[in-house]
């Protein structure tokens, strides 16, 4: 049978098997609810309170401020709504930028249609936003900042922090929401470091099931709930907790500690090998930052004259697996907004994939990836030019 | 009394000898077309067809399903009367008083009898005066109104029952599914050939189906789009419509290497057709149906057409060939197709197509273009490795 090359690790990634138990442990033996008096609902309170306090011990945060959702999504969409929503007497302006996440920018197109104003910056060729250009898109009016740490694309690191500086020198009480979905568990998340706010995160990306995830909210930002006026969550986000997917994080958080965070610094040479093997292909060329400017996990390439579309499903014949874009925009047919946005013409993005390796990744498999890539490229080409 | 539903057909009716081969198709659809779940008889009666419920209320989903059989004209869902007038009155003040409870204040109506059992005592003015006296007295509401009635209470009288009811539904028309053989539909991902199909099927054309996948130059997304299609027109024919999926990619990669550009959308079509002919002659299936429409794209002149015909001794159908783009996707949006078709998942016509198509082939330039390729060691392969794909009929249809 043919081996399986899963390097698609940023658009998910498998569940690690102790996950896996975790989750079935919570769905079978500690099924009780978290709110239920007796014992069963004691022993599910008890796995939801680790699993926070390890999202809370890997943010430096306490646990108080963590609070569980759906996903990377929804902790976006309640950062960003919950605090325009709280907030707008003070002011209806919000900054972003023009790479986020298509989470994001759907919130920020539902807040324009209940009348906010949201300023879209721009990015350099790399995908940097400039903190200059930040402060100076400040008024008044300036109530949330939010900007994503890692690009899901291209993997380019924001200058969070002199953003964050450059901004509040403007205005000082302008909340920071920061998108660390891509960064949590890749490069180090300090948000109390950094003078932010509100930071969301996944569990999926980073070996944990789907549909969980956390939003830090610092203690004393107000935040409008999404929905309900439940008691879970501190009301913030009612319904039963979603315990397997939460024991699942937990879990997830445990086995990234022993296997995951000790291979951060391997991981950039791992890129590294990547970047230089595809790099030697004719045309080749890297779309967004390279070294300690990116985060270790993310590779995007152009390979003019092949759709990407096409060397996905080219590679997948060989049992490689990556994407074009983000998973999220790839089924549309349409060119990436981040790529466009560091002014790749339409034809360079569409011949662009994006190469995403997880903590698992061997220095064997990178080898293996670049010499099928170089074998597919050059034989599509054959065919396409 | 019984509930049924009186199933009309049209031009059927009018195939001399071949009649009796027709309506037996027909019945045989619709009992198809009720599935198994749902109990029903159905039976032929001097040119029209019946079927029975029992005593049970025709459930609506029946009515949808009996409506969207080709062939049929139009259905009335009907109570059946024993011949006698005190039942049939009895029955015609149910079926009123279903029909008011919907309304407030006056409704005018009138009867329209028709008596085709002579043995039956009264006439059909007879009728309508019995009937619409009995109405008016047990409704207050009512008023006759022959010109503008809201509603028309039907009464048949036949050969053994009396039918009663007010609503005339519009079938599609057309003839019976099976009736008119097999035809092999070129089934891609677009707005076109599904609508082709289904005007087919209308025709009384049992399809199946047939597709070219160049994987990795179309995804497998495509390929399940393509499926589910056939299964979207399975629901016409009440019988899952098999999709041959041919691997192109050896012939698209061939056509890449050894066509001029502006020559690879008539070669590639030739291919498929080559494909598509020894694949139909393998099923004794006698012809093949396209989506094309004249001069829709610059690849559907009636030269192209010309220049792609020339490969096969098969008749071609176009169904489309002389409609609107706007028409056929009213007609896909009518019949459930459109939406599937616009998920944008390229096929190979797309993402092939090259700047300058040649809109009027020669087809002895033709000839030359694909001189240099391999074409019958290609159509061998694409034959022997076709693949069988049969869409998943849903057991419960909600049109």
Not at chain 1, 190 to 203: C, T
Not at chain 2, 134 to 142: E, G, K, N, Q
Not at chain 2, 150 to 159: C, I, P, T
């Amino acid at each position: 049978m043919q081996r399986e090359l899963y390097l698609d690790n940023a658009a998910t990634t498998p569940v690690h098997p102790e996950v896996a138990q975790a989750i079935h442990h919570s769905l079978v033996v500690a099924y009780g609810n978290p709110s239920s008096l007796h014992r069963k609902g004691m022993e599910a309170e008890g796995i939801v309170k680790e699993a926070r306090s390890l999202v809370a011990e890997m943010l430096g945060v306490s646990p108080a401020e963590v609070y569980f959702t759906s996903g990377g999504t929804e902790a976006n969409a309640l950062a960003i709504k919950g605090v325009a929503r709280a907030r707008q007497r003070r002011g209806k302006h919000l900054i972003t930028t023009q790479i986020e996440h298509s989470s994001v920018l759907a919130a920020c197109r539902d807040l324009e249609a209940e009348g906010f104003k949201v300023t879209y910056l721009p990015v350099d060729a790399e995908g940097r936003v400039d903190p200059e250009e930040a402060a100076a898109a400040v008024t008044g009016e300036t109530i949330l900042l939010s900007v994503m740490h890692v690009n899901n694309e291209i993997g380019t690191i924001q200058p969070i922090g002199e953003i964050v500086e450059a901004v509040r020198g403007k205005k000082e009480d302008i909340l920071v929401h920061v998108d660390g979905v891509q960064a949590f568990g890749k490069i180090p998340v300090a948000p109390e470091e950094l003078g932010v706010d509100l930071l969301s995160v996944s569990a999926h990306k980073l070996h944990g099931p789907k549909g969980i995830g956390a939003l830090y909210c610092r203690k004393g930002v107000q935040l409008q709930p999404l929905f309900g006026r439940g008691t879970q969550e501190r009301g913030l986000r009612s319904g039963t907790e979603n315990v397997p997917g939460i024991a699942g994080l937990g879990a997830a958080i445990k086995v990234w500690q022993r296997e995951g965070r000790p291979r951060q610094k391997e991981l950039y040479q791992l890129k590294e090998q990547l970047i230089e093997g595809l790099l030697s292909i004719e045309g080749a060329r890297l779309n967004g930052a390279r070294g300690e400017g990116a985060a270790p996990h993310i590779v995007n390439l152009s390979f003019p004259g092949v759709r990407g579309e096409v060397l996905v499903h080219a590679l997948e014949e060989k049992g490689l697996y990556v994407s074009t874009g983000s998973a999220c925009s790839s089924r549309k047919a349409e060119v990436s907004h981040v790529l466009k946005a560091l002014g790749l013409a339409e034809r360079e993005s569409e011949s662009s994939i994006r190469i995403s390796l997880s903590y698992t990744t061997t220095a064997e498999e990178i080898a293996q990836a670049v010499e099928i890539i170089q074998e597919a490229v050059s034989s599509l080409r054959k065919i396409l030019l | 009394m019984e509930s049924v539903v009186l199933v009309r057909y049209g031009e059927i009716g009018l195939k001399g000898k071949n009649r009796p081969a027709f309506e037996n198709r027909l019945v045989q659809n619709l009992r198809r077309a009720l599935g198994p779940e749902i109990e029903a008889s159905v039976r032929r009666e001097h040119g029209r067809i019946v079927v029975d419920f029992g005593g049970r209320e025709a459930p609506r989903q029946a009515i949808d399903r009996l409506r969207s059989v080709f062939g049929v004209v139009s259905i009335s869902p009907a109570k059946a009367a024993p011949l006698s007038l005190d039942e049939a009155l009895a029955g015609a003040r149910l079926l009123v008083e279903e029909k008011l409870q919907a309304t407030k204040g006056p409704v005018r109506f009138k009867v329209e009898a028709k008596r085709s059992n002579k043995q039956f005592p009264l006439t059909s003015p007879e009728l309508n005066g019995r009937f619409g006296g009995y109405l008016l007295r047990a409704f207050p509401r009512l008023e006759v109104d022959v010109h503008a009635p809201d509603f028309v209470l039907h009464v048949e009288v036949r050969e053994k029952a009396i039918y009663l009811y007010t609503e005339i539904l519009p079938g599609p028309g057309g003839l019976p599914v099976g009736s008119s053989s097999e035809g092999l539909l070129l089934l891609s991902g677009g707005i076109d050939s599904p609508v082709a199909g289904w005007l087919a099927m209308k025709r009384g054309i049992r399809l199946r189906a047939i597709h070219f996948h160049s994987f990795p130059f179309t995804s497998d997304r495509s390929k399940e789009k393509v499926i589910d299609l056939a299964g979207v027109l399975s629901r016409y024919s009440f019988e899952p419509i098999p999709v041959y999926v041919v691997n192109f990619t050896p012939a698209q990669t061939a056509i890449r290497q050894h066509v001029p550009p502006a020559m690879t959308i008539t070669v590639m079509r030739r291919m498929m057709l080559r494909i598509a002919s020894r694949i139909a002659a393998q099923h004794g299936i006698p012809a093949l149906i396209t989506g094309e429409s004249v001069g829709q794209v610059a690849s559907q002149t009636l030269e192209s057409m010309a220049a792609i015909n020339e490969v096969t001794s098969m008749p071609i159908l176009r169904p489309l060939v002389a409609m609107d783009k706007g028409e056929i996707v009213e007609l896909a949006q009518q019949i459930g197709t459109y939406d599937l078709s616009v998920l944008p998942y390229p096929d190979c016509c797309t993402l092939f197509v090259p700047d300058r198509p040649e809109t009027r082939p020669r087809i002895e330039r033709v000839r030359a273009a694909e001189a240099d390729m391999p074409i019958d060691e290609l159509v061998d392969e694409a034959v022997a490795t076709v693949d069988v794909v049969e869409p998943v009929l849903e057991p419960s249809l909600s049109l």
